[in-house]
């Protein structure tokens, strides 16, 4: 049942929003500096992850990684931990707050209290030209959890082993060399690379669609700190049809990361962790 309006109910609706995070104070990172390192780059590591599932890799503080669609429309879920320190990992409910449902170009992915300092910055995006669309749609979306076996079996019954969340504990799995109940914690909510997503405008439920991506198309990264990362070929595809499928047309993507030649970075600020004394009030 729908209760009755109250009388002042237009005036309520029609109060203005205010922004819950102001950032004209957030530190902004050195974008002309990051440019100018990026011209001079060496190759040092690549990872091709193959679809349906994931492959870690790893990033030294100072250099940049690059994941790229290399065949076909597909969409990834990254996850980014501190290489030193599993603990500190991507915050994307922080990184929503202060950037927007959907990151791009000259905004930072940012870590988990109590270090909430920006784990990479996002040095180059080719699909920044998309915008957000009519429906209200855009790419790398920070609301989307990640396809999981759970919500799977909820909704649909059965065992699906290739939703992201598997994917992804499989591959952390691997490369820390634990049992999966181990590493499976560890998994965390993510940067849905190349997603367009967006929340409907009548019942304000998450969608997607198609992925605009491209082969030759990518999202480029500079790595704050020392970092474990773990990316996950979603099988959903490019997404326009089913979140999780077997029927899906999938993709690989690859993954580069890449040492400036020049020492242009050693200007860069130390990225400490926060500053706030953790006291609580006590």
């Known amino acids: 049942m729908t209760h009755n309006q109250p009388d002042d109910a237009d005036a309520r609706r029609a109060i203005k ?7 004209e104070t957030l530190p902004h990172p050195d ?17 091709l992850v193959p679809p349906r599932d994931a492959k870690s890799f790893s990033v030294p503080a100072g250099h940049f990684f ?14 980014l931990w501190n290489a030193n320190d599993l603990s500190e990992r991507f915050y994307s409910g922080k990184t929503r707050a202060l ?16 270090h909430l300092r920006p784990l990479a910055t996002i040095t180059h995006d080719t699909l920044d030209w998309y915008g957000i669309d009519d429906f209200g749609g855009s790419v790398h979306d920070v609301i989307g959890t990640r396809c999981d076996p759970y919500t799977h079996h909820l909704l649909k019954g059965g065992q699906y082993h290739h939703c992201c969340h598997s994917n992804l504990t499989r591959a ?3 490369h820390l060399d634990v049992p999966l109940a181990e590493a499976e914690p560890h998994v965390h909510d993510v940067l849905n690379v190349f997603m367009c997503t967006g929340f409907t405008r009548d019942t304000g439920q998450y969608f997607m669609k198609a992925s605009p991506v491209r082969p030759g ?16 070929a979603c099988p959903g595809g490019d997404c326009s049809a089913e979140h999780s499928s077997d029927v899906a047309s999938c993709h690989p ?9 020049t020492d242009v970075l050693r200007a860069r600020a130390d990225n400490h962790a926060n500053g706030y004394d953790r006291t609580h009030g006590l």
């Open 17 to 23: 929003p205010v922004i819950c995070y102001p950032v």
């Open 31 to 47: 974008m002309a500096l990051y440019t100018q390192a990026r011209r001079d780059l060496r190759k040092i590591d690549e990872v």
């Open 66 to 79: 690059r994941i790229s669609s290399v065949e076909g429309s597909q969409v990834g879920d990254l996850n």
């Open 99 to 114: 950037h927007g449902t959907h990151i791009t170009k000259g905004q930072q992915m940012w870590s988990s209290f109590p």
């Open 172 to 174: 952390l799995a691997a």
């Open 217 to 232: 198309d990518y999202l480029e990264f500079f790595a704050e700190v020392d970092l474990l990362g773990a990316l996950s």
């Open 253 to 261: 993507l690859l993954v580069e990361v890449f040492a400036p030649k």
